[in-house]
T-cell receptor, first 118, second 115 residues
Framework: DSGVTQTPKHLITATGQRVTLRCSPR?????VYWYQQSLDQGLQFLIQ???????AKGNILERFSAQQFPDLHSELNLSSLELGDSALYFC?????????????????FGPGTRLLVL | AQKVTQAQTEISVVEKEDVTLDCVYE???????LFWYKQPPSGELVFLIR??????QNEISGRYSWNFQKSTSSFNFTITASQVVDSAVYFC????????????FGKGTRLSVIA
């Protein structure tokens, strides 16, 4: 158990709909990352938050957005869903060490949310 | 730009055989971090190892060992005496040395260990 939790585990919805995926990081971790795993694109970074602020953006569609709340949990919102958005969405967390230090910590991943858009 | 290549898409071995999973990376950074993760059939991503580019020592953890060669930009992973429970997809990943940056993953190698 990595200590990162994600809900729901599975989500089935229809095209055009909107869904929200939720992530709780490991205790004390300040950074949350969202990744998408699809058959054709592999594992791709979407977006990162650190202590409530957006820190890095990857290949995230404009239809997708995220936020990190004061209690450090994060939500990924996917709207106007298309068939191609079907994927496994992972949340990872890290970041106990002082950001002044130049050091890459290990990212621990949650179990993922499997999204199926029909 | 950073890139990770895992040329082996799928590998199948018989139990107790040794198997090596290849990982080749590209980066312009002089320092960087390398990772291996395991994704068993249940789907979660399990952290295996993190390696700083300054540290070129090979590492062994039980039946797992890692061979880091900066000269060939490779970070290969060997499983000794493979077991059925090792069946999974294994991902190699790379990150910049800046504090807590996103990971760049390879496409993964699916390992099947047959009893």
């Amino acid at each position: 158990d990595s200590g990162v939790t994600q809900t729901p585990k599975h989500l089935i919805t229809a095209t055009g709909q909107r869904v929200t995926l939720r992530c709780s990081p490991r205790s004390g971790d300040l950074s949350v990352y969202w990744y998408q795993q699809s058959l054709d694109q592999g594992l791709q970074f979407l977006i990162q938050y650190y202590n409530g602020e957006e820190r890095a953006k990857g290949n995230i569609l404009e239809r997708f957005s995220a936020q990190q709340f004061p209690d450090l949990h994060s939500e990924l919102n996917l709207s106007s869903l298309e068939l191609g958005d079907s994927a496994l969405y992972f949340c990872a967390s890290s970041g106990k060490i002082d950001p002044e230090q130049d050091h890459q910590e290990t990212q621990y991943f949650g179990p993922g949310t499997r999204l199926l858009v029909l | 730009a950073q890139k990770v290549t895992q040329a082996q898409t799928e590998i199948s071995v018989v139990e107790k055989e040794d198997v090596t999973l290849d990982c080749v990376y590209e980066t312009r950074d002089t320092t960087y971090y390398l990772f291996w993760y395991k994704q068993p059939p249940s789907g979660e991503l399990v952290f295996l190892i993190r390696r700083n580019s300054f540290d070129e020592q090979n590492e062994i953890s039980g039946r797992y060992s890692w061979n880091f060669q900066k000269s060939t930009s490779s970070f290969n992973f060997t499983i000794t005496a493979s077991q059925v429970v090792d069946s999974a997809v294994y991902f190699c990943a790379l990150s910049a040395p800046v504090w807590n940056t996103p990971l760049v993953f390879g496409k993964g190698t699916r390992l099947s260990v047959i009893a």
